[in-house]
């Protein structure tokens, strides 16, 4: 953690951050240990004010009067389920359909034909959407398989889909998205793999019966153990470890390799790099392949 810690007490009690409740440079620096122990997320002292105003909507449902007496609660044993709360508080869960629209082109020319030949013949074939939040991008892989093998889901094809967030893992469970959620998304695949629901008075678009089948949702924490036994032919994990510090995201790159089959495909965020080049070497805008003889 690069976090800096003041030198003096009385600094250190000082508020880091002016409003409603007394947040000082312990507290936030309670919260940032807390949140990279949990999840890996390093925050810097310039996300100070961001802590703050998602966290003090917490402090007011829980009637707490002050930071402190938050980090007591958190860090306590009664505190386990709030301590999520605030990590799905402080998680940024920003996602769209088709994002970073290079990847999906690169899978559909690149990677699915081949996929696709496999499924028919009765081969497995996996994708893993590891921190896809409200489920846009596992869905827009499951749109592109479906543009390529329509009949993708009578075969072993399935998209596994995990966010350590469990608030987010229910809404891409459910599968309903907005009008303008649903903008990016090609009309010709909306209409003929989407359908419309109502999210309460309002007009939406639900995931069709085949999007579903293809796509199964988990929580799952990048930092703890991962219980899949096969492996995956593409990994998507994107805009998540640029939260990470670059140890914590050499480690990530480093297991995601033996998950990888043979030439499986590593898609990373736009403000990403995979730096093991000695495993992957790049095939295309932050997309990656496993080197032959790697596993
Ligand atoms: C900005 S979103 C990216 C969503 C999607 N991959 C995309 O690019 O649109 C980052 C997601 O990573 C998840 N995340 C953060 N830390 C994680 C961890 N340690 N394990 C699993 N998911 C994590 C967050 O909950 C959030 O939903």
Same mark, same amino acid.
């Given at each position: ?43 810097? $002292?310039?996300?100070?004010?961001? @802590?703050?105003?998602? %966290? /003090?909507? &917490?402090?007011? !449902?829980? *009637? ?40 999906? $082109?690169?899978?559909?020319?690149? @990677?699915?034909?081949? %996929? /696709?030949? &496999?499924?028919? !013949?009765? *081969? ?56 303008? !959620? ?114």
């Amino acid at each position: 953690m690069t976090t800096a810690v003041r030198s003096t007490a009385g600094e250190r009690q000082k508020a880091l951050v002016e409003g409603e409740f007394l947040f000082t440079n312990d507290d936030f620096l309670s919260i940032a240990r807390m949140l990279y122990d949990d999840a890996g997320i390093a925050l810097s $002292e310039s996300k100070a004010s961001l @802590v703050y105003s998602r %966290l /003090a909507k &917490r402090l007011r !449902a829980l *009637g707490l009067e002050s930071f402190r007496d938050y980090c007591q609660f958190v860090g306590g044993s009664q505190g386990v389920s709030e301590r999520q709360n605030m990590l799905a508080a402080l998680t940024t869960n920003v996602t769209r359909y088709f994002r970073e629209p290079h990847h999906f $082109e690169h899978l559909k020319t690149r @990677v699915l034909p081949e %996929l /696709a030949a &496999r499924a028919k !013949a009765r *081969g497995r074939v996996r994708i893993w959407s590891a921190g896809c939040s409200t489920g846009q991008e596992p869905y827009s892989i499951a749109l592109t398989m479906l543009e390529v093998l329509p009949d993708a889901a009578q075969y072993d094809v399935r998209i596994l889909a995990t966010d350590i967030d469990p608030n987010v893992v229910a809404t891409g469970r459910a599968g309903v998205y907005s009008n303008e !959620a649903v903008q990016p998304v090609p009309a010709a695949l909306r209409d003929r793999w989407m359908v419309r629901v109502k999210d309460g008075a309002r007009d939406a678009w639900g995931t069709g019966e085949e999007m579903r089948r293809l796509v199964s949702f988990r929580e799952l924490n990048l930092m703890g153990n991962w219980p899949m036994k096969g492996r995956f032919d593409a990994i998507f994990c994107r805009n998540v470890v640029i939260y990470f510090d670059e140890p914590t995201q050499a480690r990530i790159w480093s297991r995601f390799a033996p998950l990888l089959t043979p030439g499986g495909r590593l898609y990373v965020g736009h403000s990403e790099r995979v730096t093991d080049m000695a495993k992957f070497e790049t095939d295309g805008l932050t997309t990656y392949r496993l080197k032959d003889g790697t596993s």
